[in-house]
């Protein structure tokens, strides 16, 4: 069955809190009333050839309110921010292999066709 919610954002600002000063979590309430949910939001800085980039994060918090949501936002992000961090560490590392056994050929530089990768042939990753 498709249900419909209405969201509702809020925002706690927590200076104590290092590593998540701003807080925020997006209240799913169905239309019929029929049930709530609540989701974090969280941005992922990583550092790349163009600068630092943010990545959005969201997650969900089983909670009965906003407030037991927001003393749960740590428990819930910590574990999915992670995950985030080793897909992306191993997507890294699967880049950097497949450019580490390309064959390069003579006259290369720059012509289209020049590279040999022999994953392409392999039928697989």
């Known amino acids: 069955m498709t249900m419909i919610y209405r969201k509702d954002e809020f925002v706690q600002d927590d200076e104590k809190d290092s590593q998540f000063p701003i807080k925020t979590v997006d209240r799913l309430e169905a239309v019929d009333g029929s049930e709530q949910r609540f989701v974090g939001r969280a941005a992922l800085n990583m550092q790349t050839p163009f600068g630092i980039e943010q990545i959005p994060i969201s997650f969900e918090i089983q ?15 910590e574990p999915k921010i992670n995950e985030v961090k080793e897909h992306i560490q191993n997507r890294l590392e699967q880049l950097r292999r497949a450019e580490q056994s390309r064959i ?9 066709g020049g590279i040999i990768n022999f994953d392409d042939f392999r039928g697989g990753s």
Do not use: K
């Open 63 to 77: 909670a009965g309110s906003i407030q037991e949501a927001f003393s749960r936002y740590r428990e819930c992000a």
């Open 104 to 112: 390069v050929t003579p006259g290369e530089a720059g012509a289209p």
